[in-house]
């Protein structure tokens, strides 16, 4: 079974900064077979990121995903002020685990 | 537009059954793996079941194999689960989601809004 552990469980930045999230996996991932979702409050995850670095329909260009056998990550250019959320990978070719998340929070 | 309507959710004794369902539209219902993911306050997400898109191969998570069963009616675009033999820790929100593919590997592209399962004397 894949474990993701995602980095750091809390990030507090403010509107206009950067956000690198990091999402490590306990064995490689092959094909690049790791999504990104955000969920807000009271609502489903939404997908941003798939195949690593595949930024979903309707996603805006300032979300970008890289990454490549364990150590993957997700990087908001500048935040605006709805992208203050909870984001999880997940592992999708072996196990379909979920990392625990990191919450986006305003500084 | 690719809409996900969850139904069933509700408060139910321990070693109680209940049935889930999905009514899907906005596109072709049976080239697409459907799946269900719960969200719980012990284990976040979770990924609990899968079916493919044709209803040929199902798959279960080791936490509910041989309680819960996923199915689904391409002729209605409709998914369902049944939950039998539910215990304390299914508590939580179950999500109905759309694969990218009929087969694996496939990501969830589409999310239902979620339907809140309690389970408690």
């Known amino acids: 079974e894949i474990v993701l552990t995602q980095s750091p469980g809390t990030l507090s930045l403010s509107p206009g900064e950067r956000a690198t999230l990091s999402c490590r996996a306990s064995?490689?991932?092959?094909?690049?077979?790791l999504a990104w979702y955000q969920q807000k409050s009271g609502q489903a995850p939404r997908l941003l990121i798939y195949g690593a670095s595949s930024r979903a329909t309707g996603i805006p260009d300032r979300f970008s995903g890289s990454g490549t056998g364990t150590d993957f990550s997700l990087t908001i250019s500048r935040l605006e002020p709805e992208d203050f959320a909870v984001y999880f990978c997940?592992?999708?070719?072996?196990?379909?685990?979920f990392g625990q998340g990191t919450r986006l929070d305003i500084k | 537009e690719v809409q996900l309507l969850e139904s069933g959710g509700d408060l139910v004794q321990p070693g109680g059954s209940l049935r889930l369902s999905c009514a899907a539209s906005g596109f072709t219902f049976s080239s697409y793996a459907m799946a269900w993911v719960r969200q719980t306050p012990g284990k976040g997400l979770e990924w609990v079941s899968a079916?493919?898109?044709?209803?040929?191969?199902?798959f279960h998570a080791d936490s509910v194999k041989g309680r819960f069963t996923i199915s689904r009616d391409n002729s209605k675009n409709t998914l369902y689960f049944q939950m039998n033999n539910l215990r304390a820790e299914d508590t939580g929100v179950y999500y109905c989601?759309?694969?990218?593919?009929?087969?694996?590997?496939?990501?969830?592209?589409?999310w239902g809004q979620g339907v809140l399962v309690t389970i408690s004397p």
């Open positions: 079916i493919t898109g044709g209803g040929g191969d199902t």
């Open positions: 997940q592992e999708y070719g072996r196990s379909r685990a």
């Open positions: 064995q490689s991932i092959s094909t690049n077979h």
């Open positions: 989601v759309k694969g990218s593919a009929s087969v694996r590997p496939y990501h969830f592209d589409y």
